[in-house]
């Protein structure tokens, strides 16, 4: 899971009730902003992993509530037995967890590197060697000749380290 929605959904489908239930409206309610209530106040986070399983415990707990108190004191006791049983024991992290990238997503990033390399040498660079070469053929005197080295030294630099550095990347 990687949006709010996605986690809200799932908040929703944790509390396991049907849709004509009389707590519902108020569950879908709370779904939209229930990670903000539980965490606003830390400054740190919580791995993906625990988050599920936070969202799960909560909606447990919220429907546990229900059954018990006013609609309006079960989701506020919530969030103080959260705080109060200390995050319920998960590991808090200072930096906020990577998001697991999409297959596709690493396909198009392992793409993009290719292409922006075909751009760069042969569109950009190129363009500057070929400004300048011509700068420079009408006036040999002048800085244009270091101008087409500098650029000509740069694509041909740019290809070699991105040989290197590509050079165990397997398809």
Not at 59 to 66: D, F, P, S, V
Not at 70 to 91: C, E, H, L, T
Not at 104 to 118: D, L, R, S, T
Request: charged fraction near 25%; glycine fraction near 2%; include cysteine.
């Amino acid at each position: 899971m990687k949006t709010e929605k996605e986690f809200s959904d799932f908040f929703v489908e944790s509390c396991q009730l049907e849709k004509d239930h009389p707590h519902a409206a108020y569950v879908i309610k709370i779904s939209e902003d229930y990670w903000s209530d539980l965490t606003t106040h830390l400054s740190t986070y919580f791995s993906n992993e625990d988050r599920l399983e936070i969202t799960k415990k909560a909606a447990k707990l919220l429907i546990e509530n229900l059954k018990t108190l006013p609609i309006d004191k079960a989701w506020p006791q919530v969030m103080r037995n959260f705080v109060q049983n200390n995050y319920w024991g998960f590991q808090q992290i200072t930096k906020k967890p990577k998001k697991k990238q999409t297959e596709e997503q690493q396909i198009f990033w392992k793409m993009f590197k290719y292409v922006w390399a075909f751009f760069q040498s042969m569109i950009v660079l190129k363009i500057a060697v070929y400004y300048f070469g011509l700068e420079s053929a009408e006036n040999p005197d002048q800085t244009s000749v270091l101008w087409v080295w500098f650029f000509f030294s740069i694509s041909a630099g740019s290809l070699a380290w991105f040989a290197y550095r590509n050079r165990n990347d397997q398809d």
